[in-house]
């Protein structure tokens, strides 16, 4: 008898805490990427993680890998939101959007390519938006686009919150799972086809 009041006690436990709402802001800037979990007055940062200091050791020196561009971010954000919204939507309460703010700035190294690709920046947005709308329950949003034709890379800032329960962040981390890595590499699979593509011709 003590052993089914105490996985009853445990299961009810375990209800509750799926029930317990969870704030989740995503904050992107040119400089980089940070990722807050909030619950009650509870904070905790994810991303970026803290640095752990170490004894200083002279080590040969090693070729560091090349640096993620601005361009991969926003080809990344852009193949991994449609699925992000897919696994929302499968939700049967939808997620809570409180706010979204996206700018986005289209350049290239000339005018004509700084041009086609603001028309392509507000063609994905326009693809992706409504699946957005469709799957969260958004609050409170603000889309900018512009161009600009000095830059030579286009750069986006996304500020971005979100309320969800426990119970909602693990069903979506297990739909994501297996999912988010296939689309990711094959985008960079993709890449790197037309990088040698270019490079025969």
Partial sequence: ????????????????????????????????????????????????????????????????????????????????????AEGAGRLKRKVRLDRIYLDVTAAAPDPASAAVAFGGINAAIGMIWPLVEQNFNVKDRRIRTRVDFEAGQPTASLDAAATLTVG??????????????????????????????KEAV
């Fill in 1 to 84: 008898m003590k052993v089914v009041l105490i996985l009853a006690a445990l299961a009810a436990v375990l209800v509750l805490l799926s029930l317990l709402r969870v704030g989740v802001r995503v904050l992107y800037t040119p400089s980089g990427l940070t990722l807050r979990v909030k619950a009650g007055p509870a904070s905790v940062t994810l991303l970026p993680r803290r640095a752990r200091k170490k004894k200083k050791r002279p080590k040969a020196a090693k070729a560091s890998p090349p640096a993620r561009s601005r361009g991969d971010m926003l080809t990344m954000l852009r193949q991994a939101l449609p699925l992000v």
């Fill in 168 to 197: 909602q962040a693990v069903a979506l981390a297990l739909w994501l799972a297996p999912r988010l890595p296939q689309v990711l590499d094959g985008e960079k699979k993709n890449r790197q086809t037309d990088t040698i593509q």
